[in-house]
């Protein structure tokens, strides 16, 4: 089975003097994981009565919209 997830390349950067590894964003994961998170949290919105279940709703709503940002 081929996966279409591009390989992750690590590199090594120096930053204030020290060694950091940095990684590339793997953009189908993060677009997957934002489009799930903002599907979930709105549907718990429109059917829930709970207010704590509505409040989970936006929290997961609110993470899709701050990882679609970065």
């Known amino acids: 089975m081929r996966r279409f997830v591009p390989k ?8 204030q003097g020290k ?3 940095e990684e590339e964003v ?3 994961w993060r677009i ?3 489009s799930v998170c903002s ?3 709105l549907n718990l919105l429109a059917w829930s009565g709970n207010l704590f279940i ?5 929290a997961l ?10």
């Open 39 to 41: 599907f979930v949290g």
């Open 54 to 58: 509505r409040l989970v709703g936006i």
């Open 26 to 28: 793997n953009y189908p």
């Open 8 to 15: 992750r390349q690590s590199r090594n950067v120096i930053k």
């Open 61 to 70: 709503a609110s993470c899709s919209s701050n990882l679609g940002d970065l």
């Open 32 to 34: 997957g994981v934002c």
């Open 19 to 21: 060694e950091v590894e």
